[in-house]
């Protein structure tokens, strides 16, 4: 059918517009996804991020008959990739997969080439990890009053690396800083595999990441976790008691997202969070749970509230600090 709104009245015409481009949005939203969709994952193989995402890439392939393909975009504190998405057309087939990192990093830069909140669409809150405290075989201690004792000796001797400067380890790390009067010497690494690499090598002597990284080295014995940072103990860590048994009160998660371009379709975005939400309640949930996350579902203006609140008090943690990227 053809429409012609040259000639209609001025109101007439922007009235017939806005229902041409809900039609329009709306058969777009019914035929979707028709193609591959491509999932950004601004840092390298081989990190917690990376195996999170991929399984859910997973998920998302077997559920709405499109490949999900996994692009990993490291570079720039996760700038790299995140950017790539927020310049990508916003028709739902170019999505960002993150971690609290995206919303904290930026807070710590001069300047980032997008704005988080303006420039991207919320789509779901997929999974809270809480974080371990790895430490290395090399520097003798067995739990979490030890490794104080070990760094009060020491200030500022003992290195804890961070995955990305202003990721949820890298405040939590101060935050024990903060909670022990303690002095660590942190150092950022480009994603939490090659820290944990040095980390069993034994050129670093602890990182604060989600469990979800550790627990393979743990149980094989190639370092120690003294701790969790949930409230409770985990159910595949039970005999690793939780810093808060040490430290009352002590608690810290860094939190999984998935976010499209801003512009994109509100029927597509709708369509996104009804798809992870089955997901994270599959067996892919069974699977992670075990491996200390926490699954959670919810809207997208669940996940919206929820970032701006953690938006707010990490940015208290990172001005207090001066936490900057240099």
Not at 36 to 50: N, S, W
Not at 81 to 98: I, M, P, R, S
Not at 125 to 145: H, M, Q, Y
Not at 306 to 314: G, I, L, Y
């Amino acid at each position: 059918m053809r429409v012609c709104i040259r000639f209609m009245p001025t109101a007439r015409r922007a009235l017939m517009a806005c229902v041409l481009g809900l039609w329009a949005g709306a058969v777009a939203a019914q035929t979707y996804p028709a193609r591959p969709i491509r999932m950004v994952i601004p840092f390298p193989p081989g990190g917690t991020l990376d195996a999170v995402g991929r399984a859910l890439a997973q998920k998302l392939s077997e559920q709405m008959g499109q490949t999900v393909i996994v692009d990993n975009r490291a570079g720039g504190n996760g700038i790299i990739g995140g950017d790539a998405v927020a310049k990508a057309a916003e028709d739902g087939y170019t999505l960002l997969f993150n971690a609290s990192t995206f919303v904290t990093a930026p807070m710590t830069m001069r300047s980032v080439p997008y704005d988080v909140v303006k420039d991207f669409a919320p789509i779901s809150l997929v999974a809270l990890a809480p974080l371990s405290v790895a430490i290395s075989n090399k520097l003798g201690v067995s739990d979490v009053r030890g490794l104080v004792a070990a760094a009060k000796a020491a200030p500022g001797k003992l290195n804890f690396a961070v995955g990305s400067v202003g990721s949820a380890g890298h405040l939590c790390t101060v935050r024990f800083e903060q909670a022990t009067g303690t002095s660590l010497s942190i150092i950022p690494y480009r994603g939490t595999a090659p820290a944990f690499q040095d980390l069993v090598g034994g050129q670093i002597e602890g990182f604060i990441d989600p469990v979800l990284g550790s627990v393979q080295f743990h149980r094989g014995g190639q370092l120690k976790v003294v701790g969790v940072t949930a409230k409770t103990r985990l159910p595949n860590l039970p005999e690793v008691p939780t810093v808060a048994e040490t430290l009352p009160g002590f608690e810290c998660n860094t939190w999984y997202g998935l976010w499209a371009p801003a512009k994109t379709s509100a029927d597509i975005t709708a369509r996104l969070n009804a798809e992870v939400n089955k997901a994270i309640g599959s067996d892919m949930k069974d699977r992670f749970v075990q491996l200390g996350l926490v699954f959670t579902p919810g809207s997208i203006d669940d996940f919206a509230r929820f970032q701006r609140e953690d938006m707010a008090r990490s940015q208290k943690i990172i001005t207090d600090k001066n936490i900057r990227l240099e």
